[in-house]
């Protein structure tokens, strides 16, 4: 059985959402968001979604950006998971 094809995005992609999981800390989501901005400095202010989990340990960041290519992709998914926080981007 063959696996289906990841679906082609085409670039420049705008309003792709990267949702990014870790640890809560103070300011999780403005070191996250300074991270993205250094791969992706139109990020929306204006859409970003916070959600704490149920018991208040982790936090997940929902941003969007305008993605420019694979290289920008991996990049910015490297820099998120060096930080000692973070456990996942979506």
């Given amino acids: 059985m063959s696996q289906p094809e990841a679906?082609?995005?085409e670039f420049p992609c705008e309003n792709y959402p990267i949702?990014?999981?870790?640890?809560?800390?103070e300011?999780?989501?403005?070191?996250?968001?300074?991270?993205?901005?250094?791969?992706?400095e139109d990020c929306d202010m204006e859409r970003i979604r916070i959600q704490e989990s149920s018991n208040g340990r982790f936090r997940s960041v929902t941003l969007y950006?305008?993605?420019t290519g694979k290289d920008q992709?991996?990049?910015i998914h490297k820099d998120l998971m060096a930080?000692?926080?973070?456990?996942?981007?979506?």
């Fill in 65 to 67: 950006i305008t993605a």
């Fill in 7 to 9: 679906p082609k995005i």
């Fill in 19 to 25: 949702k990014v999981v870790g640890e809560a800390m």
């Fill in 83 to 90: 930080h000692a926080n973070v456990r996942m981007v979506i």
């Fill in 73 to 75: 992709l991996v990049n």
């Fill in 27 to 40: 300011n999780y989501e403005q070191v996250i968001v300074e991270i993205v901005r250094v791969h992706a």
